[in-house]
């Protein structure tokens, strides 16, 4: 869930509350006509969600490999989201998006223009390269535009982006990429101002380009290129290998957006990584660790505000060293349950170091034990924390 507000009218807001039960509640009954999401035991139990434009799977394959055709002996358009439909053929490929997620004008030959308002196919072929522009350019580009273009690429190439040059208003005018043929979703990037961008890679075969601008400053525009490359060059240092095998940004990983298409960029948050050269804390009971996290952005900081810790305190408690690692460097969450400090041994902790913490520091203690449980201790004095909240990520 994700709630934004806007800087200005407020209001009551909303509450709600959520409830677990026994995934085995939750199985799949005999001769169904169930949907099967393929992820985490997932079931469409209304065959009408299916290709509703509503990702009711986790990983969205319930909208995978949905086309959007007219009924038989109609001339409707169906827009397959909330079972909306184009009465009027002659809307089709006009210029307006007249179903919700723009169905309509996907897949449409030429271009189709409409005033300020412009839909365009880009097919490229291998070894070509395609040019686009804003409209009038090198002139300044009219008020209210709203350009969209549909770019295709053939299968298993991608398509490198070469800005030639840049002039957009900065705060309203706006050149946004996204993958895939849906133009405001699976974004990938969001351009404006006066800097000619770096060159940008889309891993998708199918991706999208909106130019739009208000309704009053205008500037020269902006020029760029296309040319397709072989997908088998891999996606790069700077980029995240998808499940599908298309690729985002190192920076589209963990920020809420399905960039990938099947939200494997968002299924491992935050991202874990081996624990190394961490000291003293090596003796975890564990080998992987995430950032940034409630008490530390990175692993080097967080080795010195170990030792700061660990001067501060000055062995008044056995255990406290094994506190410091476990909240400093807390294991992965994706594999839980994972191991937390248990509820007894921090009160235990705080009540023999906290004065101490404080006096040494001059900081207040920073552990909450209500945090913790003693839920299923182990051996190694550690008990059950969470099996994949992100209760202990520092957003």
């Given amino acids: 869930m994700r709630f934004t507000s806007d800087g200005s009218v407020t209001h009551q807001g909303f509450q709600l509350q ?4 026994p ?5 799949l009954p005999a001769n169904s006509s169930c949907f099967e999401c393929a992820s985490n035991f997932e079931c469409v139990y209304d065959p009408s969600w299916v290709c509703d434009g509503d990702y009711d799977c986790f990983n969205g394959k319930d909208e995978l490999n949905c086309t959007a055709t007219p009924p038989a002996n109609s001339s409707c358009f169906e827009c397959a989201s909330d079972y909306e439909c184009v009465y009027d053929p002659s809307w089709v490929c006009d210029g307006d998006y007249d179903c919700f997620y723009g169905e309509d004008e996907l897949n449409c030959t030429g271009t189709t223009t409409n005033d300020t308002i412009s839909v365009s196919a880009v097919n490229l072929t291998v070894g070509e390269t395609w040019s686009i522009s804003s409209p009038n350019y090198p002139h300044e580009y009219p008020n209210n535009a709203y350009y969209t273009w549909y770019i295709t690429a053939p299968s298993n190439y991608s398509v490198i982006i070469t800005f030639i040059a840049f002039n957009l208003e900065s705060c309203c005018d706006h050149l946004s990429i996204g993958n895939v043929h849906t133009p405001g979703n699976l974004m990938v990037k969001t351009f404006s101002g006066q800097d000619i961008p770096a060159s940008l890679r889309l891993y998708s075969s199918n991706s999208w380009m909106r ?11 902006f020029q760029l290129q296309l040319t397709v490359i072989p997908r088998s060059l891999g996606c790069g240092n700077d ?3 998808c499940i599908n095998n298309n690729c985002v940004l190192n ?3 963990c920020d809420g957006y399905n960039d990938c298409g099947d939200f494997s960029d968002e299924e491992y948050c935050p991202p874990c990584v081996p624990l190394e050269n961490i000291g003293e804390c090596g003796q975890l009971p564990y080998d992987r660790t995430y950032f940034s996290n409630q008490y530390s952005p990175n692993s080097p900081q967080a080795v010195l505000s170990y030792n700061f810790i660990i001067h501060s305190l000055q062995g008044c408690h056995p255990r406290a060293i094994d506190l410091a690692c476990n909240l400093l460097f807390p294991e992965c969450i994706h ?3 994972t191991n937390r400090p ?3 041994d921090c009160v235990n902790i705080t009540a023999h170091c906290r004065d101490l913490f404080e006096q040494h520091s001059n900081m207040s203690w920073p552990v909450n034990c209500k945090d913790f449980t003693d839920k299923g201790r182990t051996p190694d004095g550690y008990c059950q924390g969470a099996t994949g909240a992100l209760m202990f990520i520092m957003l």
């Fill in 211 to 221: 130019f739009t601008s208000d309704g009053s400053v205008t500037h020269q525009g």
């Fill in 251 to 253: 920076s589209l990983t």
């Fill in 335 to 337: 594999q839980g349950p």
């Fill in 23 to 27: 995934r085995s509640l939750a199985t």
């Fill in 239 to 241: 980029s995240f290998t």
């Fill in 342 to 344: 248990c509820y007894s």
């Fill in 18 to 21: 959520l409830t677990v039960i």
